[in-house]
T-cell receptor, first 112, second 111 residues
Framework: GENVEQHPSTLSVQEGDSAVIKCTYS??????FPWYKQELGKRPQLIID?????GEKKDQRIAVTLNKTAKHFSLHITETQPEDSAVYFC???????????FGSGTQLTVLP | NAGVTQTPKFQVLKTGQSMTLQCAQD?????MSWYRQDPGMGLRLIHY???????DQGEVPNGYNVSRSTTEDFPLRLLSAAPSQTSVYFC??????????FGQGTRLTVV
């Protein structure tokens, strides 16, 4: 089955700096890669996703890049703010979001 | 539009008891899934469904049962609760081309 590895497990940045979280996947059949943000005690919320026919996708301060050959994808957050502090999860799926394999999460702390 | 609704939010069970976690969605999504979240391990897929009457196993299905009689509802049954099933359970729904949307979660403790 699919295996998703996520790094780093914790990340601290100064407010205004950029943050990058990286994930690798093992199954070449995976073609859907969402990212979720989870605040303490809350549900995971979809923040951005990318499909394997696209190399990069942006939404305001958030971007995701995908390297299908190397089987890795990354989340980039620019101009970080304290409210960006949360746990971020990457995931991989085949064709749709019905059957996702998640990474183990990255605790992002944005220091004011 | 409530999205994905889970009940209950909290539950304490004794070892050996059975219970059903409820999940309902009002977005007319074809797909529904159950995940469990344990500290440091991300979310792991228990069971999923691609439509009414169709279910399949995920990564960690043992000790759980599901059924999908309607598009809206996807209950998860714990047959005989064990301490290893202490976890936070999330239900999710998605369309064929969209992202997965999660319910608010059920925090289950088995003593």
């Amino acid at each position: 089955g699919e295996n998703v590895e996520q790094h780093p497990s914790t990340l601290s940045v100064q407010e205004g700096d950029s943050a990058v979280i990286k994930c690798t996947y093992s199954d070449s059949a995976s073609n859907y890669f969402p990212w979720y943000k989870q605040e303490l005690g809350k549900r995971p919320q979809l923040i951005i996703d990318i499909r394997s026919n696209v190399g990069e996708k942006k939404d305001q301060r958030i971007a995701v890049t995908l390297n299908k050959t190397a089987k890795h994808f990354s989340l980039h957050i620019t101009e970080t703010q304290p409210e960006d502090s949360a746990v971020y999860f990457c995931a991989a799926g085949s064709g749709s979001a019905r059957q996702l394999t998640f990474g183990s999460g990255t605790q992002l702390t944005v220091l004011p | 539009n409530a999205g994905v609704t889970q009940t209950p939010k909290f539950q304490v069970l004794k070892t050996g008891q059975s219970m059903t976690l409820q999940c309902a969605q009002d977005m007319n999504h074809e797909y529904m899934s159950w995940y469990r979240q344990d500290p440091g391990m991300g979310l792991r897929l228990i069971h999923y469904s691609v439509g009414a009457g169709i279910t399949d196993q995920g990564e960690v299905p043992n000790g759980y049962n599901v059924s999908r009689s309607t598009t809206e509802d996807f209950p998860l049954r714990l047959l005989s609760a064990a301490p290893s099933q202490t976890s936070v359970y999330f239900c999710a729904s998605s369309s064929a081309t969209g992202g997965a949307f999660f319910g608010q979660g059920t925090r289950l403790t088995v003593v």
